[in-house]
């Protein structure tokens, strides 16, 4: 075999295999992305609920203290306590609610989360997660191609093509998630009984 036609496979094998891990690479901090964003949510919504219940506690005081100072009739001040603990109540409520916003699981790091390979319960979900390979399988296609464009004017365009492919492969991913769980809000990465199940 001629040295150049060694050189040519071996560089080939090479960028075969720099694709592939820059594309897990790439997916894989999308998908620590995600989980950050939607603990962030939770968080948030968390934050929400607590905060509208100080809020209104502290209404009520202040109703009440105005109140006091008009020094209304009995059974106006009956009436009037009785709504003030509705109000009261009312708060409660959204205190127990923000107590049972779920503590968001950390889904452990797999390559079937990753790639998102198990059972989904919608079919529209499945026709955007094989949209999603689709954009992984360009993504490494145009990794591959990258050694044998150096030096030429395609080569700055293959990786700002890479960055657009990587951008919708991850794009579609989280729609597949969020079509999936639409349909069936348990399943997800982190719900055991959808992730042992494959395709």
Same mark, same amino acid.
């Given at each position: 075999? &001629?040295?150049?036609?060694?050189?040519? +496979?071996?560089?080939?094998?090479?960028?075969?295999?720099?694709?592939?891990?820059?594309?897990?690479?790439?997916?894989?901090?999308?998908?620590?992305?995600?989980?950050?964003? @939607?603990? =962030? @949510? =939770?968080?948030?919504?968390?934050?929400?609920?607590? &905060?509208? !219940?100080?809020?209104?506690?502290?209404?009520?005081?202040?109703?009440?203290?105005?109140?006091?100072?008009? #020094? $209304?009739?009995? %059974?106006?001040?009956?009436? !009037?306590? #009785?709504?003030?603990?509705?109000?009261? %109540?009312?708060? +409660?409520?959204?205190?127990?609610?923000?107590?049972?916003?779920? &503590?968001?699981?950390?889904?452990?790091?797999?390559? =079937?989360?990753?790639?998102?390979?198990? /059972?989904?319960?919608?079919?529209?979900? &499945?026709?955007?997660?094989?949209?999603?390979?689709?954009?992984?399988?360009?993504?490494?296609?145009?990794?591959?191609?990258? $050694?044998?464009?150096?030096?030429?004017?395609?080569?700055? +365009?293959?990786?700002?093509?890479?960055?657009?492919?990587?951008?919708?492969?991850?794009?579609?991913?989280?729609?597949?998630? /969020?079509? #999936?769980?639409?349909? #069936? $809000?348990?399943?997800?990465?982190? %719900? $055991?009984? +959808?992730?042992?199940?494959?395709?």
């Amino acid at each position: 075999m &001629e040295p150049e036609l060694v050189a040519a +496979s071996d560089t080939a094998a090479f960028s075969s295999v720099l694709a592939a891990a820059a594309t897990a690479a790439v997916t894989v901090l999308g998908v620590m992305f995600q989980e950050w964003r @939607s603990r =962030r @949510s =939770r968080h948030g919504r968390r934050r929400i609920l607590l &905060e509208d !219940a100080a809020q209104q506690v502290a209404f009520v005081m202040d109703w009440w203290r105005a109140l006091d100072t008009l #020094n $209304p009739q009995a %059974d106006h001040r009956d009436a !009037a306590k #009785n709504r003030g603990l509705v109000w009261l %109540d009312e708060a +409660s409520a959204l205190v127990a609610q923000a107590r049972t916003v779920p &503590e968001p699981q950390r889904a452990a790091l797999s390559a =079937r989360n990753v790639f998102l390979i198990y /059972r989904f319960h919608s079919l529209s979900a &499945e026709v955007i997660r094989l949209c999603y390979y689709a954009a992984l399988v360009w993504t490494a296609v145009t990794l591959a191609v990258i $050694p044998s464009d150096a030096g030429t004017e395609y080569f700055v +365009s293959d990786f700002a093509a890479i960055a657009a492919y990587v951008v919708v492969a991850l794009l579609l991913r989280a729609w597949a998630i /969020r079509v #999936n769980r639409s349909r #069936n $809000p348990e399943t997800g990465p982190a %719900d $055991p009984a +959808s992730d042992s199940q494959l395709l």
